[in-house]
Nanobody, 115 residues
Framework: EVQVVESGGGLVHTGGSLRLSCAAS????????MSWGRQAPGKGLERVSG???????YYADSVKGRFTISRDNAKNTVYLQMNNLKSEDTAVYYC?????????WGQGTQVTVSS
């Protein structure tokens, strides 16, 4: 069964840091492009970062310079290091496996940034 499971969310103060993890199973992780997205209350899903199978990364302008995506193919895990968090980063964060341009999202983990 193809599965991605996010963890590492929580409550953090403005300016703080969190590292999200996404454990993948049921598919060849090292050959897969992976993404992180988020959905804030009352808003649509925003793709914030991605990492291709060759290690190429991309970021939304809203997180560039603050978030870092990485992957560990030996552990079938993708990470999202989030620094200098802002209140507008509050959202449910989702991990996805990208297949032919379609994202297959996990269940998500809540990140709340409070002042």
């Amino acid at each position: 069964e193809v599965q991605v499971v996010e963890s590492g969310g929580g409550l953090v103060h403005t300016g703080g840091s969190l590292r999200l993890s996404c454990a993948a199973s049921g598919f060849t992780f090292s050959s897969s492009d992976m993404s992180w997205g988020r959905q804030a209350p009352g808003k649509g899903l925003e793709r914030v970062s991605g990492i291709r199978k060759d290690g190429t990364t991309y970021y939304a302008d809203s997180v560039k310079g603050r978030f870092t995506i990485s992957r560990d193919n030996a552990k079938n895990t993708v990470y999202l290091q989030m620094n200098n968090l802002k209140s507008e980063d509050t959202a449910v964060y989702y991990c996805a496996r990208e297949v032919l341009g379609t994202a297959h999202w996990g269940q998500g983990t809540q990140v709340t940034v409070s002042s």
